[in-house]
């Protein structure tokens, strides 16, 4: 087990600047502010579509709270093996959405394939009441394994999923670089590939604290405000986040 | 409804400084870090004896987890029914209890009295199986309405709780105020009173996404390090809550 | 503390004798037999349209279960605060709902009049994210009081609740007397006055281990099976539970 | 999918006698009754200790109950991965244990072998906080394939379940045959070889709404009656639970 991942790094200087600079006056608690604002006006930049975002603390939060909120508690959340979600969260999907099963699916380099995706859907016994449904198909951007879902692997399992009434979730820990290698907008390798909704970390990427739950149809975050206040993800000190975010969603326009 | 609280105020500028300084290197991320530790030794030395600390990004995740902690799902959490965690937190010590149910109390000024908390006891139909039983008594300092529990207050409806095998939990968000306004040591005013569990606001006192959950007595933390976790509030880069955690504890030594 | 309620009397004769013919050959369990699409079809004729049948063991199940379906788990859910569900099932509403929580109302003789539903609607504070939201009224006929709801008392704190945007359930118990005493019909006291789910209860009304959850608009009971299977509700040697519930349907058609 | 299995089988005749002969006069409810005494005390005789005995309407409901009972939130249930709690109860552990993982081994005839259960206890990442930790192993009895846990077979894998810390539940829908086919006491293949719990069913040995859970040592039940009735599964006329559970109890020391 290997923690010295880019968690270990350093916060980026531009960060704490931003931070810095948000320290200043007198301004509205638990994302009133205007920098949160800003932040959610970037973010609908970056995906070029106005997005519903929500910020948290830690990927394992932002992770499991979108999960929940996709998924029903009798659904079962499809994902790779060797996903985070799967094998160090300490069970936060499972605890968020009121006991939902998570499934590890086979594949090659840490991507879950087309075949094996349709095999496991039609193999195994689904639906209610006896069995739980496939409900949400979560992938990793980049996987554990450091390989890249493109936007056809992408937009091949999400096809997939929908056709089986199925959302899909991706954990963007390391979403930026993704972006970077492949070379496209963050746009055609999230909705425009069939991404519902976006776990989209920074903290890898060089903020403190400044995970963001993206949906790409603002509708579906209904209750989503309830769901991150009662999760106890709700900071009060929101536009300090939010300064942390604004930087790392800067640096993200550069990607595309 | 005013969210002008405190909340919306700056960080102080010693916070920054010290998450600046934090920021060099490469350290173990998830807590294993040397600040952390800092921070539990110099909250140790605060207390006046070995405590289990448990940094949080929010008050209401603070307060939510050290309440399911310490009660059963088929628990009473008794407080006053003004308290923030009765009115404010979205249900998240029900979500993060998996149900357990919060009784408000009446009372002058946002206190408890002894007396109160006597006849709720007496009154009401308590006991298993039919009905939930008395688990927690939560008590909020300074309290919503700006008073104040006095050591003697406190010492008097704790002795109540513990007497009927309840654990007394204290949503300490403005604990630096009351602290600095009795003219008492964060002890005399916490477990040698008869708190269990505090959750120990710095939000509120300058600091960002760093509250913390002390123990005083730290076997009754088993567990708690998975609960944090899988309750999404374990963060990756911890040194820097630590950071702006240490400040807060340092100036709370002041109050003493 | 009186359990000596109607719960210790005997199972009707005519329950016996049902569940002595539903004793014979070899049929299909967990509800895909003849006698339970029976008992859907004698409660759909009883009520005057088409419901949705779910047969349930106890009648903390069928609350339970009903509320949870219909409100969300940061909903309140509004009820006369000596009513069974807040005091009597040991906090299975919240659990079921996942951390929901009950609002305890005042009222004379265990009714919830229209102006304190009124009252309470306007002067608690509401909604997300810092607060839940109103989200289930439940209604108890006949009350632990004795006393009963007339079509004019329902239909008024319904509306009240459906300008709200919450839904209504009844907690029917003891619903046999009420519309006895009533001398209306089924179909007037329930979803011709407002209530859109029914918890029907036949244990006190001489059978065992056949209370109903009943839904007046079936589209609402989307998921309900699933929820039913998971909660331990779904009995395997169903056609016996179907058979009790039965006689039940059957007097309880005499009733109007 | 196959649901012509036994429990679409009849009641036994002289199971319908027993609820008959309960069926007269004024008892008190809620389990505190002559008959739930009785089948006590023929449980503790037939398995040759002072157990304590939970009766439940389904067997998922006893087997989710028990396993919840025994595992914490955070903790890894391990079964064969074709038992029924895996494949067929539709969550419902994962629910009544606050999202529990259930984790499902390979094995020959739908047992799990000393070596499988070693390996994965030894393969996989374990332990908090990331990681979830082996808290419960499930055992069914017979197994869905037909096949039977010796003696022998069921010390073996309980010794090293325990060695690591974790209890022994037991499925044992069909515990009936497979005691009958063993030629062992019932005492001899459960608490003697090491199973902590057992989650005996009569349903399906021509009971109705007759399930129990049985600890073999009464003091890890304590709170099981409060999660039994917030569970929705105490069930009021309890002595015809216990009547129809009585014939089974009776029956079962014939297989002795």
Redesign the interface.
């Known amino acids: 087990?290997n923690?010295?991942?880019d968690?270990?790094?350093?916060?980026a200087?531009q960060v704490?600047d931003a931070?810095?600079k948000a320290?200043?006056?007198?301004?509205?608690?638990?994302g009133?502010d205007t920098l949160t604002r800003q932040v959610e006006r970037k973010l609908s930049d970056l995906f070029e579509r106005n997005v519903a975002v929500f910020l948290?603390?830690?990927?394992?939060?932002a992770n499991?709270?979108s999960i929940a909120h996709l998924a029903?508690?009798?659904g079962a959340v499809l994902g790779h093996r060797d996903a985070h979600i799967m094998?160090?969260?300490?069970?936060?999907p499972?605890?968020?959405?009121?006991?939902?099963?998570?499934v590890g699916l086979a594949g090659d380099d840490g991507r879950i394939s087309a075949a094996e995706l349709k095999r496991v859907l039609e193999r195994e016994?689904w639906g209610?009441?006896?069995?739980?449904?496939p409900s949400v198909l979560s992938l990793t951007q980049a996987t554990e394994a450091g390989t890249i879902y493109s936007v056809a692997d992408t937009a091949a399992v999400a096809a997939i999923a929908h056709a089986r009434g199925m959302m899909v979730q991706m954990d963007g820990a390391r979403f930026a670089n993704a972006v970077a290698r492949l070379g496209v907008t963050p746009a055609e390798i999230t909705w425009k590939a069939g991404v519902d909704v976006l776990a989209f970390g920074a903290?890898?990427g060089g903020a403190?604290?400044a995970e963001a739950v993206i949906f790409f149809d603002p509708a579906r975050a209904s209750?989503m405000?309830?769901?991150?206040?009662?999760?106890?993800?709700?900071?009060?000190?929101h536009r300090?986040?939010a300064a942390a975010r604004q930087r790392n969603g800067g640096s993200a326009r550069r990607w595309a």
Chains 1, 2, 3, 4 share one sequence.
């Open positions: 087990m923690f010295a991942s968690n270990t790094a350093a916060i200087p704490l931070i810095g320290n200043s006056g007198f301004v509205l608690g638990y009133s948290l603390s830690t990927g394992t939060a499991a709270l029903s508690p009798w094998t160090s969260e300490c069970g936060a499972e605890f968020f959405g009121g006991g939902l099963k998570l016994e209610g009441p006896h069995h739980i449904s903290t890898k403190m604290a209750g405000p309830e769901r991150r206040k009662r999760g106890g993800q709700l900071m009060s000190k300090f986040v």
